[in-house]
């Protein structure tokens, strides 16, 4: 039927063969002959072959760095993102988000959309790894380590989250307590660890950056019960405190716009600015 006809196109399209026998055509019969398939890209599945397709074209007519090209990309990897949060309907709604989440997965993995990886901006694929990652907890452990493996993407973002994390937290623990190592930048740098890929930072291959970051979260949380324990008195409204229930829940969203970073860093700079000398009782 037509559907099968539109599969056999949509293989012919991205074959190796088929791409090497359109760059030897003139230059106008391709123009005019990808214009056609843009026009009957309604014909093919909505799901799996018209973004491809649409992408395919822009890159064939326009080349890679084209402003078209990457807008395009950037169209289909929002629609991939709009799938990921989609709300499970009623029907089947135990089974229906991991199966939402599989077939964008699957998308993701086709040969088609890692054609297009390389060529996407930065932002784009940082914008990917971060919908991927609000997701890929939901599945079962041996696909989330497929996922994980099999998507370069994912794992150039866990690591550019985490030493990006690592850096923060050294460079705070080495200015505090001085401008601009001040409460409100710290819980901003812990809050900053909810980012959801955070959860796989044990898959990174480099061993010395997933120690780099366990020692500086470590150091900065063990800061806040020691010798900068005084600032969680002194930003009542900044819960920087760790606490046994969850050290990591900083609620950066707190922050009163009426006071900037600086006046904050004033108020609390001179309240009692040697106690955090004294001990503490227990």
Request: proline share 7%; aromatic share 8%.
């Amino acid at each position: 039927g037509a559907g099968s006809v539109h599969r056999n196109l949509f293989r012919e399209f991205f074959s190796l063969p088929f791409q090497k026998t359109l760059a030897l055509v003139d230059e106008a019969k391709k123009t005019e002959f990808l214009g056609v398939v843009e026009r009957n890209l309604y014909k093919f599945e909505a799901n799996g072959q018209q973004f491809p397709l649409m992408c395919l074209c822009a890159l064939l007519q326009h080349g890679k760095d084209s402003p078209k090209t990457q807008e395009k990309i950037n169209s289909w990897v929002s629609y991939l993102i709009e799938r990921l949060r989609r709300p499970a309907t009623p029907a089947g709604a135990l089974a229906a988000p991991q199966k939402a989440i599989s077939n964008v997965i699957e998308e993701c993995l086709s040969a088609p959309f890692q054609k297009f990886v390389p060529i996407m901006e930065e932002s784009v694929r940082n914008r990917l790894a971060d919908g991927l990652g609000e997701r890929i907890a939901e599945l079962q452990e041996e696909a989330q380590r497929r996922v994980l493996d099999e998507m370069p993407v994912l794992q150039s973002r866990i690591e550019e989250v985490i030493v990006g994390s690592t850096k923060e937290l050294n460079a705070w623990l080495a200015a505090a307590p001085r401008f601009p190592a001040t409460p409100l930048a710290l819980a901003d740098a812990l809050a900053k660890m909810e980012h959801p890929l955070l959860r796989f930072f044990t898959t990174l291959k480099d061993p010395s950056k997933k120690e780099a970051f366990l020692v500086a979260a470590a150091l900065a949380l063990q800061g806040l019960r020691t010798r900068f324990r005084w600032m969680c008195a002194v930003e009542p409204d900044r819960p920087l405190a760790p606490s046994r229930a969850g050290e990591r829940h900083m609620d950066h969203r707190a922050r009163k716009p009426s006071h900037s970073a600086k006046s904050r860093y004033l108020r609390w700079r001179h309240v009692e600015p040697l106690n955090h000398f004294a001990p503490t009782r227990p």
